[in-house]
């Protein structure tokens, strides 16, 4: 069965600047852990936590914005607000963060490879060519994820590599995504 990810043939092309935006950051975020290992742990958790909200609100914004043109917005919807909620939290309480970053990040990371893979797929039934580099993008991420996840205890070092890697791999998934999207309009535009 063929999954449509789009109800009508109008996708507002305005709205992937905000998932480009949010792709850009999560990049910039990825890069900036890689090339800062020195930097202090608390600042990496702060720097995580403010990240998490900025892309929560990017996300609940164009999932608001779609309503009436992404199928799945809800699960966009829902997907910012609990990052944005779980930002906030975190940001609240750095020291829980420290404690607990390793495990945070791994899972989060792991929800978004999956949430990439099940976009993938929905990008292949919707007919878009290049959805195989979006699913390896997602794989990636997950496999990322599950190295946090499986081995936090390499150090603060191979945590901030590896952390940053899946930052910076969430990061070209949105991008991607959004030049996607931008060309999905064009293409639906030019056929009207």
Request: hydrophobic letters at 60%; glycine letters at 10%.
């Amino acid at each position: 069965m063929e999954v449509v990810v789009y109800k009508s043939a109008r996708v507002p092309s305005r709205y992937w600047v905000l998932m480009l935006l949010s792709g850009i950051l999560l990049s910039i975020l990825g890069v900036w852990i890689i090339l800062s290992p020195l930097q202090s742990y608390l600042s990496l958790s702060l720097t995580f936590a403010a990240g998490m909200i900025i892309t929560g609100f990017f996300e609940a914004i164009v999932s608001l914005m779609s309503i009436r043109h992404i199928e799945r917005w809800g699960w966009l919807l829902a997907s910012g607000l609990i990052d944005i909620a779980i930002g906030s939290y975190l940001f609240s309480y750095p020291s829980i963060t420290m404690m607990l970053l390793p495990i945070i990040i791994g899972f989060w990371l792991l929800v978004r490879g999956i949430m990439g893979i099940g976009s993938a797929i929905d990008m292949r039934a919707y007919g878009i060519s290049s959805w195989g580099w979006i699913l390896f993008n997602s794989l990636v991420v997950v496999f990322f994820s599950v190295g946090i996840l499986a081995y936090p205890a390499f150090g603060i070092a191979n945590l901030i590599i590896w952390t940053g890697l899946a930052f910076l791999g969430a990061g070209i998934f949105r991008i991607v995504i959004s030049i996607k999207i931008k060309e999905i309009s064009r293409r639906v535009s030019g056929h009207m």
